[in-house]
DNA sequence: TTATAGATTGCCT
DNA sequence: GGCAATCTATAAT
């Protein structure tokens, strides 16, 4: 967890997500989402997602085919699905499978690796400081732990990120892989849905305190 | 045109 | 644990 080193990011290809979104969703779980900014570079490792599986899924955006709304969802796989819900939150996705079927990925929870300060800035938080980092990891959990939170912790919204190519370096947003071992993946029902919600589609890293809807580590 | 539910969060009791 | 905040998409008039 402690040796992360942004030189050895590299780019999901495009096929990684041209493919059943419940295996994208699992394979993207220690995976790394990358924001730079104005010579900063944000970056997270990915602990929780939930799949979406498209026409098929009562639960999902494109459920109801395409629209204005959701039409990233039909196009080709690997680009952000960005949508702005209860009036206070955006959340970001990346669409999965061939053009013309609409499975995606929703991001949950991610685990700051850099750029703490400019998330909790974001976040409107106080900047984190070492030593109290030190004595209370719980303290990054607000930053990241949500998918309403990441979103805002990375300035993703709707405007400027819905369609962006997640697969090119080249952008201010992409994924990327550095070389992490395999972690323990765990999944369970997705959180926060009415429909369809007794599949097990929430996939999350074993153990990882950065998960959302945990309780903050009590005291030890 | 109006009503309501929503892939959430944070503050209040 | 309860609920308000606050916008959008979609359903109901």
Redesign the pocket.
Known sequence: MGNFDPTRLRPLPREFFDRDPRKVARDLLGKVLVRRERGRLLAARVVET?A?LGTE?P????F?GP????RV?FGPPGHA?V???????H?L?VSCEPEGMAG???F??LEPLQGESAMAKA???AAPEPAAVQARPGLLR?LT????????AFGIT?PRDNGKDLTSAENDLFLADDGAGKMKIESSA??????AAERRLRFYVEGNAFV??KRVESSK
């Not at 732990?145 to 805002?152: C, I, N, T």
């Open positions: 939930e979406y899924d639960a999902a955006h494109a109801a629209t204005e709304r959701n969802l699905y949508y702005f819900i209860y009036g206070n939150h959340c996705n995606c990925v929703l949950r929870a976040r409107g938080l607000h732990s949500g998918p309403g939170r990441l979103a805002e709707r997705r959180v926060g849905i009415t429909k959302s809807g």
